[in-house]
């Protein structure tokens, strides 16, 4: 995909040297000093584009980067018991952030999850990996998942993005 058609440019006379960059909606806005040359506009804005880019990657890693993931919280967290085969992004997962089958080590994470910060993330994927060992939220469900650190923080971050996307005068349908 070409960013330039998705790039806004947005010049201040008040910003003297500093340049940032941004995702709103679908654009990327780069705010520049309006004193720049056209030539350090465009090296500007590619160097921002690019780095808004890079750090979007790191935030939806691909299916081999999540199976990799999966397998490190595993060791980290639960001993390395849970043996996940595969973890992929599913577009099918709309009313739940992941699930998994034990039967053949399986994990779907919901394509919702994309753009997240990497503990979220993380805190599904480990989620999913107690499922691997133990298939209710019983208590011994929930002392494996409160090995990782961020945990309830997480937990929060997912119930308040539920709560925007159903909340009254939500955008989202």
Same mark, same amino acid.
């Given at each position: 995909?070409?960013?330039?058609?998705?790039?806004?440019?947005?010049?201040?006379?008040?910003?003297?040297?500093?340049?940032?960059?941004?995702?709103?909606?679908?654009r990327i806005v780069v705010?520049? /000093?309006?004193?720049?040359?056209?030539?350090?506009?465009?090296?500007?804005?590619?160097?921002?584009?690019?780095?808004?880019?890079?750090?979007?990657?790191?935030?939806?890693?691909?299916?081999?980067?999540?199976?990799?993931?999966?397998?490190?919280?595993?060791?980290?967290?639960?001993?390395?018991?849970?043996?996940?085969?595969?973890?992929?992004?599913?577009?099918?997962?709309?009313?739940?952030?992941?699930?998994?089958?034990?039967?053949?080590?399986?994990?779907?994470?919901?394509?919702?999850? +994309?753009?997240?910060?990497?503990?979220?993330?993380?805190?599904?994927?480990?989620?999913?990996?107690?499922?691997?060992?133990?298939?209710?939220?019983?208590?011994?469900?929930?002392?494996?998942?409160?090995?990782? /650190?961020?945990?309830? +923080?997480?937990?929060?971050?997912?119930?308040?993005?539920?709560?925007?996307?159903?909340?009254?005068?939500?955008?989202?349908?």
């Open positions: 995909m070409d960013d330039t058609n998705d790039v806004e440019i947005r010049r201040s006379a008040r910003r003297r040297r500093t340049v940032t960059a941004y995702r709103e909606g679908g705010c520049v /000093p309006a004193g720049f040359s056209p030539a350090e506009e465009r090296r500007w804005i590619a160097v921002m584009v690019e780095r808004i880019r890079t750090k979007e990657q790191r935030r939806q890693p691909s299916d081999e980067q999540l199976l990799q993931r999966a397998r490190d919280l595993s060791r980290r967290y639960l001993d390395g018991r849970a043996a996940p085969t595969t973890v992929r992004w599913s577009a099918a997962q709309q009313s739940r952030w992941g699930s998994c089958t034990p039967s053949d080590g399986t994990i779907r994470l919901s394509e919702r999850l +994309r753009g997240t910060p990497s503990w979220v993330l993380d805190y599904v994927i480990v989620h999913e990996l107690a499922h691997l060992l133990i298939g209710n939220h019983g208590d011994d469900f929930w002392e494996l998942v409160g090995r990782y /650190p961020r945990s309830e +923080r997480a937990r929060g971050f997912l119930d308040g993005l539920d709560y925007a996307a159903n909340s009254p005068g939500s955008t989202e349908e």
